[in-house]
């Protein structure tokens, strides 16, 4: 896999909950959250970060408009709320489970100074996966400012492949099963809904796409 979420095939969770460390082990409870719970509120304290056991979490804010900005819908896994392990004093999004049984393992920013401390393979992946991170926003930003909507949809399906897709054995297409509403689309590639279903449907007349709700199928000839 070459999601940033994962280092070496090794799950983040795999490596960090603190369940995998016995004298944390007893200490330490998961959290259990329904659809459209919030794990955090903008401008609530930042003192843990969190690993998904299972589920997938949506991060996001609002802009001064009221409207909802996603930033990332993160799965099994993946580390979030992370800026408090660097002095962050007050979240600047929101963290919402977009899933019936999402599961998270919630640290503590003291819990996690210390096996930072007391542990150097831990505190390496964890700057790692900060690093890496931040190398996927710049990327982002990149994007966003110097290519155009069109080119915009297609790396961000490209990356939609890496992370939820399958080759397809009978056709040799690329088939995404993702997690994303075409409102979280438009918003992570910097353009309105409107936009979105003209360029997909662009797609889909060239015949390089195929979509429906919740799967997009990328044809093997432009693959």
């Known amino acids: ?59 996001g804010y609002y802009n001064e408009d009221g409207e909802e900005v996603v930033k990332a819908i993160l799965s099994r896994g993946e580390l979030f709320g992370e800026k408090a392990i660097l002095g962050e004093i007050k979240r600047d999004e929101f ?9 998270i393992c ?7 100074h210390n ?33 155009d909507a069109k080119t915009r949809l297609i790396e961000f399906l490209d990356d ?19 997690p994303y509403t075409q409102k979280d689309i438009s918003s992570l590639i910097g353009t309105s809904r409107p936009t979105l279903n003209i360029l997909l449907n662009e797609l889909k007349e060239e015949k390089r796409i195929d979509f429906n709700r919740k799967q997009i199928r990328i044809y093997k000839k432009i693959a």
Not at 35 to 56: P, Q, R, T
Request: hydrophobic residues 35%; glycine residues 4%; contains cysteine.
């Open 95 to 103: 963290a919402q489970s977009v899933d019936n049984s999402t599961s």
């Open 160 to 178: 939609l492949c890496t992370e939820y897709g399958y080759n397809c054995d009978e056709t040799g297409d690329h088939v995404i099963n993702h």
């Open 115 to 147: 096996l930072m401390r007391d542990n150097q393979t831990f505190s390496f992946r964890i700057y790692k996966f900060i690093g890496f991170k931040l190398q996927k926003l710049e990327r982002r930003l990149k994007v966003l400012m110097y290519k």
């Open 1 to 59: 896999m070459n999601s940033i979420w994962f280092f070496e095939d090794v799950s983040l969770f795999k490596i960090l909950c603190p369940h995998k460390f016995k004298a944390y082990k007893k200490e330490h409870d998961f959290a259990a959250y329904k659809k459209s719970d919030y794990i955090y509120f903008e401008e609530d304290s930042s003192n843990k970060v969190y690993l998904i056991e299972k589920g997938k979490v949506k991060l």
């Open 106 to 112: 919630p640290i503590g920013v003291e819990t996690m």
